[in-house]
C-alpha cells in the first residue's frame, strides 16, 4: 500500500476507535421501562376527571444524579419526588444509587404536570430496571414514596382508577391511607380493572412483577463489636463524669441556681447505671453530655471570682480552644480504624466541630452580656471536646492517612441529597414550622461546613437535615391515629434492613444501632403522644442516614438479596453516542482532507513548474535512474 494511503487510513481508523470507545467508555444503559401514572385535570364543565401520562426510565451508570424532562412543564414538586423515589428504590433493593444515573420522562396531554403522587410509580420503574424485573403493563398505581417505603397518600384516588380503566389497566393499586368512592368501584369493575389498596412499595413491587422483593429481617442485631466498644467508651466517659463530680467544691451548696445543677445531675447519674445495666451503653453515654455539663457549670459558679468575671470565663474559652486542637491533632494522625470502625473517627471529628461551635456561641454570649448562657455553651463544649476523644480512644494506635478533602466529593453528594429532600419536604406544606425551620438550619450548616472545607461535619449535617425531612414527610401521611401503627412498623422494618445489611457487608453501623435503640425508647403503641411519635420518626431515620454512610465511607459493596437483583450493564451507548458519531464522522472528513492534500501534492510533482529555468540532462537523468530504482 502506498505509505502516504497508509497514513491517512491509520488516521481515520484512530478516530474511527476514539469515538466509539469515547461513545461507550463513558455512559451505558442498565435498562429502560415505561408505564402509566395519573394524574387530575378540570373538565369543561368543572369537574375533576383523570388523565392518563406516559412515564419512561432509562438508567444508566454514573454518580447517583436524577434528571426529569416532560411534555409539557413539570412542577417543582415533581422532579423532588424523583430523586427521592431513585434513592427509595436503591434503599429497598440494597444497591448503591451513587453508581448511577436516572433519567425520567413524562409525556402527558395536560398542560402541566404536578405533584407528587407518580412517586411510587417512579419507584417501581427504578427498582424494575435495577433488579431486572419487568413490570406487568396491565398493572398500575398512584401513590407518594415515603422515605421509609411506605406509600403515602395521595387523593383524587376515584378520578384516577376511573383514568387507568379507560387505558385498560386490570390492576390499580392505590395507597390504603386513602379510598375509592362507590360509583367509581362499579365503574371500575364495569371495565375489569380491580383496585387495590397497598402499604408499602415492597407489595406494590410484587404485583408488578410476581416478584418479593421483600426482605428477611434480622430482629436481633448482631452487636459483639458494638457492645464491646460501646461498653469501653461508656466506662472512660463514666469515670470522666465522675471526676468532675468529685471535684465540685461543695455538693450542698446554698446558692439554688448551683444546687439544682448538682441534683439534676445526680439524678441523671443513677438513671444511667440503670441504663449501662441494661447494656444501653449509647443511651447512658447519651445522657452523660447534659449531665457532666451541669456539673461543669455548678463548678465554675461556685469557683467564680467575685471580680473580672468575664475574663476569667475568656480565659477558659480560650484554654478549650487549644485543648480542641490538641484532641483533633491526635486523631488526625495517631488513630486508625478498620472499615468497621472508620465512623467512629467521622463521629468524633463532627463532635469536635460542634465543640468549636458551642465554643463560639460561648463567646459571643459572653460579648453580649449573657453571662449565664455563655457558662452553659463553655461546659457543652467541653464535654462534646472529651466525647471525641472517647470515641476513638478505643481504636489501635498507629499512622493514619485519613484526610477530610478525601470527603469532599461525599460532602457534596449529600449536600445534593438534603438540598433535594429539603425541597420536596417544602412543598408538600407541611404544617411543623419548629422541625421545618430545624431542617433548613442544618442544611444552611452543611452548606457552610462544606464551604469552609469541613467534610466531615458537613456529611453530618446533610444527614441531619436529611433526617428532618424524611421524618416531616412521613409525618405528612398520619392522617389518624390509626396509620400510626402501620407508619411505625413500615420505618423500623427499613431502619432493621438497612442495620442488617451493613452487618452483611461486613460492617457495624454504630451510630445506626445507637440512633434505633434510642429511638425504641419513644415509641409505645398503646399510649405515644405525637411529639413522642415525631421523635421516634425522626431516630429512625437518622439510624438509616448513619447506616448507609458507614457503608459508604467503609467501601464496602452492598450485599443484594438475592443474586437476581444484581443489575447487569448493558452496553448500548445513550448520550455519548452523539458524541461518538461526532468523532467518527470528523476522523473520516479529516483523512478526506488529508487525502486530497496529498493527492494534490503528487499531481503537483508530475508537472513541470512554469519558473524553473533548469533543464539539466543530467538532473533528468538523476530524476529518471530515481524512478527505474524505485520500481525495482
Known amino acids: 500500500m502506498n505509505s502516504k494511503l497508509l497514513i491517512v487510513a491509520l488516521f481515520v481508523i484512530s478516530f474511527l476507535l476514539f469515538g466509539s470507545v469515547h461513545a461507550q467508555g463513558v455512559q451505558k444503559v442498565i435498562g429502560s421501562t415505561s408505564l402509566y401514572i395519573f394524574g387530575v385535570t378540570n373538565s369543561s364543565n368543572g369537574t375533576l376527571v383523570g388523565v392518563p401520562a406516559l412515564l419512561n426510565l432509562t438508567i444508566t451508570n454514573g454518580t447517583g444524579k436524577v434528571f426529569l424532562g416532560s411534555t409539557p412543564l413539570t412542577q417543582t414538586d415533581t422532579q423532588a419526588q424523583a430523586v427521592l423515589s431513585a434513592q427509595l428504590a436503591c434503599q429497598l ?3 448503591n444509587c451513587n453508581d448511577y444515573n436516572f433519567y425520567y420522562y413524562i409525556t402527558s396531554s395536560s398542560v402541566e404536570v404536578g405533584g407528587p403522587s407518580a412517586g411510587s410509580a417512579f419507584t417501581m420503574a427504578a427498582m424494575s430496571i435495577l433488579s431486572g424485573e419487568p413490570l406487568n403493563p396491565s398493572v398500575a398505581m398512584t401513590g407518594t414514596a415515603n422515605p421509609d417505603g411506605s406509600v403515602g397518600i395521595v387523593g383524587d384516588v376515584s378520578q384516577k382508577s376511573e383514568a387507568a380503566a379507560n387505558q385498560h389497566i386490570k390492576t390499580f393499586l392505590y395507597p390504603s391511607t386513602d379510598s375509592i368512592s362507590s360509583s367509581a368501584l362499579s365503574y371500575d369493575e364495569a371495565h375489569g380493572e380491580i383496585p387495590i389498596p397497598v402499604s408499602s412499595e415492597y407489595a406494590a413491587f410484587q404485583y408488578f412483577t410476581g416478584y418479593n ?76 453530655i447534659t449531665s457532666s455539663s451541669e456539673l461543669i457549670e455548678a463548678k465554675i459558679l461556685e469557683t467564680l471570682p467575685t471580680s473580672n468575671q468575664d475574663a476569667f470565663l475568656s480565659n477558659l474559652i480560650t484554654g478549650e480552644n487549644s485543648t480542641i486542637t490538641g484532641i483533633q491533632n491526635n486523631i488526625s494522625s495517631d488513630y486508625v480504624s478498620n472499615s468497621s470502625t472508620v465512623m467512629l473517627k467521622f463521629i468524633a ?13 460561648s463567646m459571643q454570649s459572653l460579648s453580649a452580656g449573657d453571662f449565664q448562657n455563655a457558662v452553659y455553651y463553655y461546659s457543652l463544649a467541653v464535654v462534646k471536646a472529651q466525647t471525641a476523644y472517647f470515641w476513638v480512644s478505643i481504636l489501635p494506635k498507629g499512622k493514619s492517612d485519613f484526610s477530610q478533602s478525601q470527603y469532599e466529593a461525599l460532602s457534596n453528594y449529600y449536600l445534593y441529597k438534603a438540598s433535594s429532600y429539603s425541597d420536596y419536604a417544602n412543598l408538600l406544606g ?7 425551620t430545624e431542617m433548613q438550619s442544618y442544611l444552611t450548616s452543611a452548606q457552610s461546613r462544606y464551604y469552609s472545607g469541613n467534610y466531615v461535619s458537613s456529611i453530618f449535617a446533610s444527614i441531619e437535615s436529611i433526617s428532618m425531612s424524611q421524618m416531616l414527610i412521613e ?79 467503609s467501601n464496602s459493596s452492598l450485599i443484594p438479596y438475592t443474586p437476581s437483583l444484581q443489575p447487569i450493564p448493558v452496553s448500548t451507548p445513550v448520550t455519548p453516542l452523539l458524541e461518538g458519531v461526532m468523532f467518527i ?9 488529508i487525502a486530497g492534500i496529498l493527492f494534490e501534492f503528487k499531481l503537483y510533482s508530475k508537472k513541470e513548474k512554469p519558473t524553473a529555468k533548469i533543464s539539466s540532462k543530467k538532473v533528468a537523468k538523476k530524476k529518471s535512474s530515481g524512478k527505474r530504482s524505485r520500481k525495482k
Do not use: C, H, W
Request: proline share 3%; glycine share 4%.
Open 585 to 593: 464522522v470528523l476522523g473520516i472528513a479529516i483523512g478526506i482532507v
Open 475 to 553: 409525618e405528612n401521611s398520619l392522617i389518624n391515629s390509626s396509620v400510626l401503627s402501620q407508619i411505625a412498623n413500615q420505618s423500623a422494618m427499613a431502619t432493621l434492613s438497612s442495620i442488617n445489611s451493613a452487618e452483611s457487608s461486613g460492617v457495624t453501623p454504630f451510630l445506626g444501632i445507637s440512633y434505633y435503640y434510642f429511638g425504641n425508647q419513644f415509641y409505645n403503641a398503646s399510649n405515644i403522644s405525637n411529639s413522642d411519635f415525631a421523635e421516634y420518626l425522626l431516630f429512625e431515620t437518622e439510624a438509616r442516614g448513619f447506616t448507609q454512610l458507614g457503608m459508604l465511607v
Open 430 to 436: 407541611v404544617n411543623l414550622p419548629s422541625e421545618t
Open 349 to 361: 471529628f463532627d463532635r469536635l466541630i460542634q465543640a468549636r461551635d458551642y465554643l463560639n456561641d
Open 93 to 95: 433493593l440494597n444497591i
Open 213 to 288: 422483593a421483600t426482605p428477611s429481617l434480622n430482629y436481633t442485631i448482631e452487636t459483639p463489636i458494638y457492645n464491646a466498644l460501646m461498653k469501653q467508651t461508656y466506662i472512660q466517659f463514666n469515670a470522666y463524669q465522675n471526676g468532675l463530680y468529685s471535684a465540685i467544691p461543695d455538693l450542698n451548696s446554698t446558692n439554688s441556681s448551683i444546687q439544682l445543677f448538682i441534683n439534676e445531675a445526680t439524678t441523671a447519674m443513677s438513671a444511667q447505671k440503670s441504663e449501662a445495666a441494661n447494656s444501653e451503653y449509647y443511651v447512658a453515654a447519651s445522657d452523660m
